[in-house]
C-alpha cells in the first residue's frame, strides 16, 4: 500500500508484502472464501475441460521442468526439488471463462503419494501479468488422496482465465497427483463468520494485582445485568454491569466490567455475565514480566546476514540470509537498480524488514531507536543486561538490547552514499529483491538479484536521527563507534539540508514497499532533536525552535508511526535531560498528548486508546504508540493515571476486543500464530514454524487490501477488519517496526518504578575540558530511617567516575551507583547525605541526571 502526502494528516503509511503475482489485488475487488463447499453439488456448467483426463492430458500444461503424465487415471507430475517460489513449477489450464458476480465452486482430488505431506497452491486468476487472483487457496496434500473444495466469486467478466496448480518452492523432490478438477457455476457463497468465543471478553494473559481490571460484554441487553468472578469454582466478587451502547468500532453493543478492587493474586479467574463466562485469566504481579525480553527477541530470528543458531533459539535455527552463497547473489556487493547509480555497497546484515526480504532505511530507523530509546529510558534502573536476550554477543559486556540495536544500526550506516559520489552523504532507501518473492522461501534460498534503490531525504534524516542517538547511547560501551555514528549523523544532516525535497517514489513498489513520504518536516525535527541532545550545538537547538512540530499539537488519534515521527523528537526532549529553553512546555506537551489518549480510552467502550472511524494498517502497533505516550507521562509526572492507562491499553492487545483473541504471538489461550512471513511459514509449511512468542500481529486494517481479507471481511466494522492468515498481509502482517513499541511497553511494565521519600539535589561545582566536580544530597523525606541506602543515576553518554568521597560509587557503561558507607548508612527522617566525585568528561554536553532512585525508588 502506498499513499500520497495528501493522506499524512489522516492515516500513516504503510507498504504492501505480497508476492509478485498479486500486485494488482489491492483494485481488485476479489471475493475469495477458502472455506470448504457445501454438500450440495453446484448447478451450473462444467468450465474445465478434462478435468477427469480420460482422455490424456491435453489441454493441461506444464512448465518445462516437470512432465505430465497419467497415472492411475489421475494427472501425474514429478516436481523438481531446489526451486525458490511456488510459481517456479505450475501444472494450469487456460481458456476458463468467468462470469463477473457468479459464484463458482472450485474442487479437486491431490495428493503427494511421494515426498509428502506438501502444501500447494491453487489459482483461479488472470493468465498474464499482473495475474490477478481470483481464488487462492494452500491445501495440504498427503499420500492419500483427499478431496478439497473452494468458492470463489468473480469480481470480473474474463473468456480466457487460468486454473494453476502452483508447486515449486521445495528443497527437496516430489510427486504431485490431481483428479476430478471441477469449476462450476451456482454455487451458494461462504459468509465468514469468526468465532469470536464467549461473549464476555477479558484480557487473556492477565491483570496486575493494583491496577485497574476492566472487561467488556457483548450483549443485546441494553439494562445492567449481574456479573461474577470466580476463582476454582468460588466466586470471589460480584457486580453490575454498566450500559455503554452500540460500539462503534465494533457494531456491537456493549456493557463495561469493572472488578478492580480485586487484588488477590492467583490464576484461573473466569468472569461470567448474561450466561456466558470468559476464558481463563491470571492476576498477578509477574504477567508482564517476560512480555519485554520476548518482544526484543523477536528481532535475533529477524536478521540478515548471520546464520540464526538453532542453540539459541531452538525449531528457529537456519542458514545466513543473503550473504552470497548459492542460491543467493547476497548482500555483499549490491548493484544500484539501473539508472539510480554505478556503484555497489556492502549493505550485509541488518534486520528483515517484515515477512518478506526487503531492508529499509525509514522502517528500519523508527524500530532501531525505540530500541534504543527503550534502553535509555531504563538505563539508570539496570534492566537491560548483558545476556539476558541469548543472542551471539551475549558476554560480551554490552547489554543485549544495545548488541542487538547495534546490527540494524551497522546496516543503516552501510546504505549511506560514500564520499566521491552523486548524493555522497545521502542514505539509498531501501534494498530488496528485484521482483516479488512468494511464500515460504527462507532468507538463503531466495535467488532474487538484490538493488539498492534512490536515495531519499526521508531514509537520510533517518539516519541522521538515529546515528546521532547511537552516538551518545554507544558510548560508554564502544567510543569508536559512536564516534563513528556521529561523524555519519553530521554528514546525512547536511547533506538533507542541501537535499530537502528528494522524495521516495511512490511507483517503485515491485520486489518491495514504496514507503513514500512527500513531507519530511517531521524527520528534520527528529533529526535536529537528536542532534542537539548528543552535541548540545546551537545550530540544532535552532533548528529545533523554528520547526513548527514543536509547538504544533502532534499527538494524532492514530498514532505516530514511521511516517510521523515528530513524535519521536518531542518524547526524547521531553525525557533526555536537555538544556532547551522551553523544555518545561515540551514535557506539558507531552502530559496534554496523554490526557487526550486517555480521553479517547475512556470513551471507548473496549478501553482502546485509539479511535478513529476506520482502522489503520498497523493499528495493533498504533495502538501501542499511544501508550507509549501515556508511559512517558506516567514518567514525567508519576501520576498514577497514565500507569492505569497503559494497563487498560493492553487489555485490548491481550483480548479484550471484538474479536476476542491476542494479537501476540503465544500470549492468551487464543493468540495470532500465523502471521504473514516467509519463513514463519507452519500454515503453509508444517515444517516451518510459527512466529517465536513475542511476535505483534498488525491488527485490524479497515482497508482490507490482499484477497484472502477482501473476501472474508468484505463489509468489515473496524475491529473485525482482521484475519489470523499467512496470506493476509495487509492485516496479519509482522514487522520490525510493530514489535519495537511492544518491547518498549514491555520494558517499561518491568521499571515503572514508584515515588520514593526522597529528594536529591545534583550540583556541579566546577567542569573543565578534561573532567568535572558534582556534590550529590539524599534528603530522606520520608517518616521513617532509611537503613542502608543505594543511589543510582545515569550520564547522558560516556562520562565516568573517577574519584569519588563520602560513598562508595561503581560504574557499569553510562550508569553510576553510590552506595552507603558505614558511618552514613542510616539517613534519619528528615535528614541528608552528602558524597561528591570528580568525572571525566565525554564528548557533548554533561546534563544533569533526571532519573534517580534510592533503593529502587525514584526521587525528586
Known amino acids: 500500500m502506498t499513499r500520497t502526502s495528501q493522506s499524512r494528516s489522516t492515516a500513516p503509511r504503510r507498504r504492501v508484502t505480497r508476492p509478485s503475482l498479486w500486485l494488482a489485488l489491492a483494485t481488485a475487488a476479489t471475493m475469495v472464501t477458502l472455506t470448504p463447499l457445501p454438500a450440495a453439488a453446484a448447478d451450473g456448467p462444467e468450465q474445465i475441460v478434462n478435468g477427469t483426463f480420460e482422455s490424456g492430458t491435453a489441454p493441461w500444461w506444464g512448465t518445462s521442468n516437470t512432465t505430465l503424465e497419467i497415472e492411475d487415471g489421475r494427472l501425474c507430475a514429478d516436481v523438481p526439488g531446489g526451486t525458490a517460489n511456488p510459481w517456479d513449477v505450475i501444472i494450469g489450464q487456460d481458456g476458463i471463462p468467468l462470469v463477473k458476480d457468479e459464484t463458482y465452486a472450485f474442487s479437486f482430488s491431490g495428493a503427494a503419494p511421494q515426498g509428502g505431506p506438501r502444501t500447494v497452491k491453487a489459482l483461479v486468476q488472470l493468465p498474464v501479468d499482473p495475474y490477478t487472483q481470483y481464488l487462492s487457496a494452500t491445501p495440504e496434500l498427503n499420500a492419500t488422496a483427499a478431496d478439497h473444495r473452494f468458492t470463489f466469486t468473480s469480481p470480473v467478466d474474463l473468456p480466457g482465465a487460468q486454473v494453476a496448480f502452483q508447486l515449486g518452492g521445495s528443497a527437496t523432490p516430489w510427486r504431485f497427483c490431481v483428479d476430478d478438477v471441477s469449476l462450476k457455476g451456482g454455487a451458494e457463497p461462504e459468509v465468514y463468520e469468526p468465532d469470536t468465543g464467549p461473549r464476555v471478553r477479558v484480557n487473556m494473559v492477565g491483570y496486575l494485582p493494583t491496577g485497574p481490571k476492566g472487561a467488556t ?148 530507523g523508527i524500530s532501531v531507536h525505540q530500541l534504543m530509546a527503550t534502553f535509555e529510558r531504563s538505563k539508570a534502573d539496570g534492566l537491560h543486561g548483558d545476556g539476558d536476550l541469548n543472542i551471539p554477543e551475549s558476554g560480551n559486556g554490552v547489554p543485549d538490547i544495545l548488541d542487538e540495536a547495534r546490527w540494524e544500526q551497522e546496516f543503516l550506516l552501510s546504505m549511506q552514499v560514500p564520499d566521491g559520489r552523486t548524493h555522497a552523504g545521502m542514505a539509498h532507501h531501501k534494498i530488496h529483491d528485484a521482483n516479488w518473492t512468494g511464500l515460504p522461501l527462507m532468507p538463503h534460498l531466495d535467488p532474487q538479484q538484490r538493488e539498492l534503490h534512490a536515495v531519499s531525504t526521508a531514509a537520510t534524516l533517518n539516519l541522521a536521527a538515529t546515528a546521532a542517538q547511537a552516538a551518545r547511547v554507544f558510548a560508554p560501551y564502544d567510543a569508536a563507534f559512536a564516534a563513528r555514528n556521529l561523524a555519519a549523523a553530521r554528514k546525512a544532516w547536511a547533506a538533507a539540508k542541501a537535499d530537502p525535497a528528494r522524495y521516495a517514489d511512490p511507483a517503485d513498489g515491485t520486489g518491495g514497499g514504496t514507503y513514500d513520504d512527500g513531507d519530511v518536516t517531521d524527520e528534520f525535527y527528529w533529526a535536529a532533536a537528536e542532534l542537539y541532545l548528543s552535541t548540545g550545538e546551537k545550530e540544532f537547538s535552532d533548528h529545533v525552535l523554528a520547526s513548527p512540530h514543536h509547538t504544533a499539537d502532534i499527538w494524532r488519534e492514530r498514532g505516530f508511526d514511521w511516517g510521523h515521527t515528530a513524535q519521536l523528537g518531542r518524547l526524547q526532549l521531553a525525557t533526555v535531560p536537555n538544556a532547551l529553553p522551553d523544555r518545561a512546555r515540551v514535557r506539558r506537551s507531552v502530559l496534554e498528548g496523554a490526557d487526550t489518549y486517555l480521553a479517547v480510552q475512556k470513551a471507548h467502550p473496549y478501553g482502546v486508546p485509539y479511535g478513529p472511524g476506520d482502522y489503520d494498517w ?172 543505594s543511589l543510582s543515576w545515569s550520564f547522558l553518554g560516556g562520562q565516568t567516575v573517577r574519584r569519588h568521597w563520602s560513598a562508595d560509587l561503581s560504574q557499569e557503561g553510562a550508569t553510576v551507583t553510590a552506595r552507603n558507607l558505614a558511618w552514613n548508612k542510616v539517613i534519619k527522617p528528615g535528614g541528608s547525605v552528602t558524597f561528591g566525585f570528580i568525572g571525566a568528561e565525554a564528548p557533548g554536553p554533561n546534563p544533569k541526571p533526571e532519573r534517580l532512585l534510592l533503593n529502587g525508588t525514584l526521587c525528586t
Open 217 to 364: 460484554l457483548v450483549t443485546e441487553k441494553t439494562e445492567a445485568v449481574g456479573w461474577t468472578l470466580k476463582r476454582d469454582g468460588e466466586v470471589v466478587a460480584e457486580g453490575d454491569t454498566a450500559p455503554r451502547g452500540v460500539d462503534a468500532s465494533s457494531g456491537q453493543n456493549v456493557h463495561s466490567i469493572d472488578f478492580g478492587r480485586v487484588t488477590t493474586p492467583g490464576t484461573g479467574y473466569t468472569l461470567s455475565a448474561d450466561g456466558e463466562t470468559s476464558r481463563p485469566f491470571d492476576i498477578g504481579a509477574d504477567v508482564y514480566d517476560e512480555l519485554g525480553t520476548d518482544a526484543l527477541k523477536f528481532y535475533y530470528t529477524q536478521r540478515s546476514g548471520i546464520e540464526i543458531l538453532d542453540t539459541l533459539r531452538p525449531g528457529y535455527g537456519r542458514p545466513a540470509g543473503h550473504v552470497g552463497v548459492a542460491p543467493n547473489r547476497g548482500d555483499i556487493e549490491v548493484p544500484c537498480k539501473p539508472g539510480v547509480c554505478d556503484y555497489t555497497l556492502n549493505v550485509k546484515g541488518g534486520w528483515y524488514d517484515a515477512g518478506d526480504h526487503g531492508k529499509y532505511v525509514v522502517n528500519g
Open 618 to 789: 498497523g493499528s495493533s502497533h498504533l495502538v501501542l504508540n499511544n501508550m507509549v505516550v501515556m508511559a512517558v507521562a506516567h514518567d514525567i509526572s508519576g501520576e498514577a493515571k497514565y500507569h492505569e492507562g497503559v494497563l487498560e491499553g493492553l487489555d485490548y492487545i491481550f483480548g479484550r476486543n471484538a474479536l476476542n483473541q491476542s494479537y501476540v504471538t503465544g500470549y492468551g489461550e487464543v493468540a495470532s500464530k500465523n502471521q504473514h512471513s516467509r519463513w514463519y511459514a507452519h500454515q503453509i509449511d508444517p515444517s516451518l514454524p510459527n512466529p517465536p512468542r513475542g511476535t505483534l500481529a498488525g491488527g485490524p486494517n479497515s482497508a482490507i487490501q490482499d484477497p484472502v481479507a477482501q473476501a472474508k471481511l468484505k463489509g468489515c466494522k473496524p475491529q473485525f477488519c482482521y484475519i489470523d492468515d499467512i496470506e493476509s498481509w495487509a492485516t496479519n502482517e509482522l514487522t520490525i517496526n510493530w514489535n519495537a513499541p511492544l518491547a518498549w511497553i514491555g520494558s517499561y511494565l518491568t521499571t515503572p518504578a514508584r515515588p520514593g521519600t526522597c529528594k536529591v539535589v545534583y550540583t556541579g561545582h566546577g567542569q573543565w575540558p578534561e573532567g568535572f566536580n558534582t556534590q550529590v544530597t539524599v534528603t530522606n523525606t520520608g517518616t521513617e530511617a532509611i537503613d542502608g541506602w
